[in-house]
């Protein structure tokens, strides 16, 4: 018998309602694309936007993804908007950003140029971003979920959404579960989160 899985050192300081939602998040592992390769047809064009650093074919072709994953799962269309450099700060810079607002579309930011150097980022680092910020919207729109945390759960979903829709990695294997990004701020709206990476 496995042994349930350790929550993240935040749970502990969430309120006994939000730890029913973070177990009820632990406990969703995948997410099943029912044909991925429709999907994943919209890859090759951000792989194409983001080499010519491109920010209007890059935005297209994502939004093209979006769309099409989104009617496949049965979920509501958010508004995506890929933006130029990263904004940062001394010890990270900001990959995406998901906000949702009572009564309007939710909103994915995602940001196509590293922030230290200004290059294009490398394109399964971009796409799972992607993917990152679409399993916080899907956690509302799929699973029901009353607020989106990261958790083991969390990071598989977005792992299981990455191995459907992008080719295997060159370099190194997939991890299972990513390391857990910070979590938000409580000074942050609920409903907004953030991917912040180490430059």
């Not at 998040?25 to 047809?41: G, K, N, Q, Y």
């Not at 995506?80 to 009564?103: F, I, K, Q, T």
């Amino acid at each position: 018998m496995l042994d349930a899985p350790v929550p993240y050192a935040y749970y502990r300081r969430l309120s006994s309602r939000d730890k029913a939602t973070y177990r009820a998040s632990d406990a969703i592992t995948t997410v099943t694309v029912p044909a991925p390769e429709a999907v994943r047809a919209h890859v090759p064009a951000i792989a194409r936007g983001l080499a010519a650093d491109d920010r209007r074919l890059t935005g297209a072709a994502v939004r093209a993804l979006t769309a099409a994953l989104c009617e496949q799962l049965g979920a509501a269309l958010p508004i995506v908007r890929v933006l130029a450099r990263r904004p940062s700060s001394a010890s990270a810079e900001l990959h995406g950003l998901y906000e949702r607002e009572p009564d309007a579309p939710a909103v994915i930011r995602v940001w196509m140029r590293t922030a230290a150097h200004e290059r294009p980022v490398a394109l399964r680092t971009f796409v799972r971003t992607l993917l990152h910020e679409l399993c916080h919207h899907f956690d509302f729109e799929l699973h029901g979920l009353r607020d989106t945390f990261h958790t083991e759960g969390f990071f598989r979903r977005e792992s299981s959404l990455a191995r459907q829709l992008l080719p295997p990695p060159v370099r190194s294997r997939e991890r299972a579960t990513p390391p857990p990004a910070p979590e938000p701020s409580a000074t942050q709206p609920r409903a907004q989160l953030e991917l912040f990476a180490r430059p």
